[in-house]
């Protein structure tokens, strides 16, 4: 077997499907993007070089920031809301047992498996200022006025809810996953020691799921900055641009205005943003050396 994998043709082999895939999927697309992003091409027909016009023109768009802020707003929504709340839920469902366990684990993950055509379409339906579940709940406390819940001025609000709310499971099932696998008899030790919940909770569970807040909190924001299919079928981006965000902006300039260069403008500073995302969190959670030690 050493012998094998001692042999360059073997490891050639072996490695060659990575790196095509890598080459064909991700570094040729992004390398066909920067390329276009330099020209004025509409999607169709001939075009012409237009240098660094559609990143300058990009800097101008006041309906791009609103979309970074409305993605950065969901991020913040996501590490400050739903992550710690995801959390708790996932440490309590670990206390449980038997079927209590399975039923509630089901019931906090059943919104992502339904399709996000359903949630989008559920959603808008109790968000309806007519006959909404919403409105109907506030008429029953004696609330006598209707609320637009996607009008300008509360339509991201309301965005942000429904993006929050739909992928809690996911983040609830990552972090039930790692507090699985912490070692039981830490536990044992700690209530043997005198260890009450809180101090478990804080000493043992949030310390040893570093690692797995980390990903986590990492893919929440990715997630949250190409966050484009729930966002298109509930509010298509409106009223005007208040629930725009990076993804669905950059396909109505690419497929809808037909402005097929500046979308991959807006793609390409898409995936910079991403990598520095990335890099920063990375830096946030990294493990800090004591002084002298190598």
Known sequence: MKKMYSNKLVITSLVLPGVLLFVF????????????????????????????????????????FTALRNSL???????????????????????LSGKGESFFRCVYFIPNVIS???IAYLWKFIYNP??????????LFGYKGTVNWLSAENAIWSVLVVL????????????YSGIKNIDPTLYEAAAIDGANQRQTFLRITLPLMKPVIQVNVTMAVISALKQMETVYL????????????TATYLYQQAFKAFR??????ISVVFIIICLLATVFLNKIFEERRPEGRA
């Open 116 to 118: 996000v055509a359903v």
């Open 25 to 64: 999927a991700i570094l040729a697309p992004i390398c066909l993007s920067v390329y276009y992003s330099l020209t004025d091409y509409s999607g169709m027909g001939s075009w012409n070089m237009i240098g660094l016009d559609n990143y300058k023109a990009l800097m101008k768009d006041e309906a791009f």
């Open 130 to 139: 007519n006959f909404g579940l919403l409105n109907n709940i506030l008429k």
């Open 164 to 175: 929050i709310w739909h992928g809690f499971g996911w983040g609830m099932l990552i972090y």
């Open 260 to 265: 097929y260069g500046y979308g991959n403008a």
């Open 234 to 245: 509930l509010t298509n981006g409106g009223p005007g641009n208040a629930t725009q965000f």
């Open 73 to 95: 707003l969901l991020a913040i929504g996501f590490i400050c809301i739903q992550h710690p709340l995801a959390i708790i839920v996932a440490a309590v469902l670990d206390k």
